[in-house]
């Protein structure tokens, strides 16, 4: 290990202490400047939290032309729809700018948080080891990154589109309050990317010796019909089209996976 021995409990404390100063700074700042261009009808807020509640949001308009191009008849061609969110409780709205603020702050400073994290675990690993975690680190926010992408430009627009005009008897008038939007909104987005984490989370346990490759060859059949369940439950409209758009990437997800667990004989032999 690397200059473990020169350093006392003290000043791992001191460098813990620094690190954790330094993320709170970074997440600090960010949510403050997010806080600043989050109102208005320009800002953030309008522009990207209730994208999704629009009918000219880009999901919809690209499913609407590759739908079209397929020849299939899509619902996501309505550019009159439109989901109006309603508030009733005084402080909802401010407190509501302040979390958002908070959680887009914490999604952007990832990759920073992520370093400080490295940075502080770094002296106590061999140099082969420092390699080993450096891609990992880099590969697990990469995918982190792209499952928020996956979750807001997808599974929360199509599970939204469904739930909130899903009616189960026509005397009842669908309305969605802010709380319940950002509450999936954030739940949704913040999932898929920690979904997004399951290679990374095969590859950890496959070095562990508890993960095979050979359990993803055995159980494919299985996580097809599971992932297609899945996929419908996002989009329970029944296109077949939306269908796939929405389990190919999960799918392709799966067999990430899969590749970076390590075969049974090789573990074996570690």
């Known amino acids: ?57 880009i999901t919809y308009r690209l499913f609407c ?18 989901i ?14 302040m979390t958002t603020s908070l959680w887009m702050a914490l999604v952007l400073t990832f990759p920073y948080l992520m370093f400080e994290m490295w940075r502080f675990i770094r002296p106590a690993l061999y140099d082969h080891e420092q390699r080993n975690v450096r891609l990992v680190f880099l590969f697990g926010t ?12 997808t599974v ?12 189960i008897s026509t005397a009842i008038t669908e309305q969605v309050s802010l709380e319940s939007y950002m509450d999936n909104f954030l739940m949704l987005i913040f999932i898929m990317g920690l979904v997004f984490e399951m ?15 050979s359990f993803f060859h055995r159980y494919r059949r299985h996580a097809v019909v599971t992932l297609l369940v899945a996929a419908a439950f996002i989009t329970p409209s029944g296109d077949p089209f939306t269908l796939s758009l929405v389990f190919i990437p999960l799918y392709i997800l799966y067999e990430i996976s899969a590749f970076f667990a390590s075969p049974e004989a090789e573990v074996a032999e570690a």
């Open 1 to 57: 290990m690397q200059d473990q021995g020169e350093m006392s409990f003290w000043d791992h404390l001191e460098e813990l202490r620094w690190t954790l100063f330094r993320s709170v700074l970074a997440l600090s700042v960010f949510a403050v400047a997010l806080f600043a261009f989050m109102r208005g009808e320009g800002g953030i807020f309008d522009r990207l939290v209730l994208a999704p509640t629009r009918g000219d949001f």
């Open 65 to 82: 032309k590759a739908g079209s191009h397929f020849g299939v008849v899509s619902d996501f061609c309505d550019e009159t729809f439109r």
């Open 84 to 97: 109006d969110i309603f508030n009733i409780k005084m402080a909802s709205q401010f407190f509501t700018h």
């Open 142 to 153: 990469v995918m982190f990154f792209v499952g928020c992408a996956v979750g807001y430009f």
């Open 156 to 167: 929360f627009p199509l599970t939204l589109r469904f739930l909130a005009t899903y009616q």
């Open 199 to 213: 290679p990374l989370l095969s590859w950890l346990l496959s070095k562990l010796g508890l993960l095979h490759r």
